[in-house]
């Protein structure tokens, strides 16, 4: 059974940085592909960071600079260091595959950024 469990959100303000964790069980973050998403109150739901098996990284626009994924093979657990925050990083983050499927979306973790 497929788990993905975020943890590390919290409130912040404008400028701060947090880093998210995303601990993976059932199957090996070395191996798949995975993405942060995020969604903010009224928005769809949008990936902002991804990882793939050979370590190749992307990013959306509005994070690019600012936000860091990577992983740790060991631990089974992909990170995303996000600096500079701002308000309107304020959403739920979540991680799944990517592409994501519908089944292994998990709580999620809420992060707010106060300005």
């Known amino acids: 059974q497929v788990q993905l469990v975020e943890s590390g959100g919290g409130l912040v303000q404008a400028g701060g940085s947090l880093r998210l964790s995303c601990a993976a069980s059932?199957?090996?973050?070395?191996?798949?592909?995975i993405g942060w998403y995020r969604q903010a109150p009224g928005k769809q739901r949008e990936l902002v960071a991804g990882?793939?098996?050979?370590?190749?990284?992307s990013y959306a626009e509005s994070v690019k600079g600012r936000f860091t994924i990577s992983r740790d093979n060991a631990k089974n657990t992909v990170y995303l260091q996000m600096n500079s925050l701002k308000p309107e990083d304020t959403a739920v983050y979540y991680c799944?595959?990517?592409?994501?499927?519908?089944?292994?979306w998990g709580q999620g973790t809420q992060v707010t950024v106060s300005s």
């Open positions: 059932g199957i090996a973050v070395r191996l798949n592909a």
């Open positions: 799944n595959l990517n592409p994501a499927y519908y089944g292994y």
């Open positions: 990882i793939r098996g050979g370590g190749y990284t």
